[in-house]
């Protein structure tokens, strides 16, 4: 079965790039969430998406932007990165959010190193 | 917000059966999984509560008590690849996770 998808695996950049992080979702998934796990730590929430529109956001600083287009896949946009930055980006996705239950599939993750 | 509580580490032998309990606060509950992630890979799913009583799966079973903010997860005749971290995650009103800190599982032979 089709999983979640994410690219890219392994991101090297420098302090103070940008980096542009695509999560393409199951198949017919409308909603897609984004957490970001630091070295030994639990996945925290940055943002979510429900067709299209943005449903909820966690603890995402300023510098980082997602949206999630037509075709329902997710880009996660950080600029301005800080070395604190470095960490296991998870993108998530679920059918629907109604009051019955509805998974959260992770994707492999993408490891984003800032030096 | 949700403030989750679990033990940071745990050690059992093969074959045995451990509990992993979780604590929880919430201010809007909308049900509880249990996640199992091996280092540096996703978290892939175990189970979902979200009324209160036990669901079995396999060798696996999850119990959960509203009333207590309360869930453990069971895993029964451990076997060496059950060596993970396993986190509790409440999903609030909004469909939003939050992640307890995970509970590391040692599987000694």
């Known amino acids: 079965a089709a999983g979640v998808i994410q690219s890219p695996r392994h991101l090297i950049k420098e302090k103070r790039e940008t980096a542009t992080l695509k999560c393409y979702p199951i198949p017919r998934h409308d909603t897609v969430y984004w957490y970001q796990q630091g070295p030994g730590q639990d996945p925290q929430f940055l943002i979510s998406f429900y067709e299209k529109m943005q449903s909820d956001k966690g603890s995402i600083p300023d510098r980082f932007s997602a949206q999630q287009f037509s075709d329902y896949h997710s880009e996660l946009n950080m600029s301005s990165l800080e070395l604190g930055d470095s960490a296991l980006y998870f993108c998530?996705?679920?059918?629907?959010?109604?009051?019955?239950?509805?998974?959260?599939?992770f994707g492999p993750g993408t490891r984003l190193t800032v030096l | 917000g949700q403030n989750i509580d679990q033990p940071t580490e745990m050690t059992a032998t093969e074959g045995a059966i451990v509990q992993i309990n979780c604590t929880y606060q919430t201010s809007g509950f909308n049900g509880l999984f249990w996640y199992q992630q091996h280092a540096g890979e996703a978290p892939t799913f175990l189970s979902y509560?979200?009324?209160?009583g036990l669901e079995e799966k396999g060798r696996f079973s999850s119990f959960l008590s509203r009333s207590k903010g309360y869930s453990y997860l069971l895993l029964k005749e451990l076997q060496m690849k059950d060596s993970a971290s396993y986190l509790c995650a409440v999903r609030d009103s909004d469909y939003k996770l939050s992640f307890g800190a995970g509970t590391t599982v040692t599987v000694r032979a």
């Open positions: 998530a996705s679920s059918l629907g959010q109604g009051d019955s239950y509805n998974e959260q599939f």
């Open positions: 509560n979200v009324l209160d």
